[in-house]
């Protein structure tokens, strides 16, 4: 049966179409940072798969119903009902994003002292345990290190390394589990349940709480199905159900498989814990019955839930990821393997040798994505993650020089990945081309964000 695509346009929206006089121009006016670009002059944003995503037809007409009282709205039992049917806690509490999700309830579990254990972090998680004065450590799986083995869960958290640190003279310390699903800061790469059923063994043995950082529960479900043996029979829905089951809360923002622009929740089994939550979410948020949140966002992901594990949908989303993929590697860049559903990573340490680390090559290709395409892509390597001297010198660089191109949900189609293709085709040729960058102002914090850069001389 030939593929078909499960949806099609309803509503469009036009994109520029930019010279690259234009973007030249641009670049320069963003002192060389993807962040400062103004949207309006960017034909393809793969910046973010983060409330990026279009809406459909059932989420526009719900959001329609919505009711906007404080307390006790309709929509809130609606969203309530729509997060039950997937999360098994009893208690679910709406936030703003997932970021509020994991200050409230960090604040809850952590404090001075006190570590978080992880596959892998998020940013803004490493950001919310760090501001507590607690320590962040990513015991990711061995496999994860080597981007070019084609292996189906790099996303797994080192079991026995947790098990470990739990026996070791820290073990009193650790204030949680967190697993991410699937491992945004790993590549996206998704976590087994065999890993997720043998961490939550060791959790329950050593009594600390087990957390489950789901954004992309619906896409790591979906990848369950397709990789793990024994769960070829099984629905998306059933797989993301029996993973929370795994677990004794979580957080996730709903700007990713909420199929929303914005929406996060936190959901607990541990009354007491909840009620600590609730009130910061009551100081800070909202009221417990919409944290922030219009109807209009709670009815959207009310109904975008009941899309997100439509396996049509997300057999979709893998297929267009797995096809950039496969482009970018014929045309001869290689790219983090095997791809997943929201994002493929670039290696673009490997596509330009001729740029040290110090030089940032992920800038440069992403800069050059810009440039050549009006293409905007996220770098994941040494300006993000290296450390850098008082002179802004990198001393430390990042293990991997990649570029991420997000796929935001159902907006881009395939003539658009060909698109992308045929530019990287274009850098891919000459690469020698591409010029390094320094670095020209950097802030001390979300650095990131808000440098500015020059390109140099090769
Ligand atoms: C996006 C994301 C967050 C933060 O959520 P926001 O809604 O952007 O605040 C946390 N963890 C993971 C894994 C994410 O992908």
Not at 157 to 168: K, Q
Not at 293 to 307: D, I, P, S, V
Not at 337 to 347: A, D, K, T, V
Not at 378 to 397: F, I, K, R
Request: proline share 6%.
């Amino acid at each position: 049966m030939p593929h078909l695509r499960p949806f099609v346009a309803a509503v469009v929206r036009p994109i520029p179409i930019t010279t690259r006089e234009q973007r030249i121009q641009e670049l320069d006016r963003a002192g060389h940072n993807p962040f400062n670009i103004q949207a309006d002059r960017v034909s393809i944003d793969l910046l973010s798969d983060s409330g990026t995503g279009a809406v459909s037809v059932d989420q526009q007409a719900w959001a329609q119903r919505a009711d906007e009282r404080y307390a006790g709205a309709e929509s809130y039992y609606r969203f309530r009902e729509s997060v039950r049917d997937i999360v098994p806690y009893r208690h679910v509490l709406p936030v703003h994003q997932g970021r509020a999700a994991e200050r409230v309830l960090f604040t809850a579990l952590l404090g001075p002292g006190k570590i978080s254990l992880s596959n892998t972090h998020f940013d803004t998680t490493r950001a919310n345990v760090e501001r507590l004065g607690a320590a962040a450590w990513d015991l990711p799986c061995p496999e994860a290190q080597d981007l070019d083995a084609d292996l189906p869960f790099k996303g797994n958290i080192d079991v026995e390394a947790v098990r470990n640190v739990l026996a070791g003279p820290d073990g009193h310390r650790v204030g949680q589990i967190l697993v991410t699903i699937t491992n945004n800061g790993g590549g996206g790469q998704p976590v087994s349940m065999a890993n997720l059923e043998a961490i939550s063994a060791v959790a329950r043995t050593h009594g600390v709480p087990l957390i489950l950082d789901a954004a992309r529960f619906a896409e790591n479900a979906w990848l369950v199905t397709q990789r793990e043996p024994g769960y070829e029979q099984w629905s998306p829905r059933a797989v993301a159900r029996r993973a929370f089951e795994l677990a004794d809360g979580a957080v996730a923002s709903l700007k990713k498989d909420g199929l929303s622009p914005e929406g996060a929740f936190i959901g607990l089994h541990d009354t007491d814990l909840a009620d600590r939550c609730e009130v910061d979410i009551i100081a800070t948020e909202g009221f417990r019955t919409y944290g922030g949140l219009t109807g209009h966002t709670l009815e959207q992901l009310a109904q975008g839930l009941r899309e997100v594990l439509d396996p049509h949908y997300l057999a979709d989303r893998e297929r267009e990821a797995a096809f950039l993929a496969d482009r970018a590697r014929e045309v001869g860049v290689d790219t983090v393997r095997p791809s997943g559903l929201h994002g493929i990573y670039l290696n673009a340490g490997r596509l330009l040798p001729h740029l040290q680390p110090r030089h940032f090559p992920g800038h440069s290709l992403a800069c050059a994505l810009y440039r050549e395409g009006g293409i905007r892509a996220a770098e994941l390597g040494s300006l993000y993650l290296g450390e850098l001297d008082a002179n802004n010198e990198l001393v430390t660089p990042a293990p991997f020089e990649l570029v991420r191109l997000a796929l935001p949900r159902r907006v881009y189609d395939h003539s658009h990945l060909e698109y992308v293709a045929d530019i990287l085709a274009g850098i891919a040729k000459n690469p020698e081309r591409v010029p390094g960058y320094r670095i020209s102002h950097a802030p001390q914090v979300l650095r990131h964000f808000r440098c500015r850069t020059e390109p140099i001389a090769v």
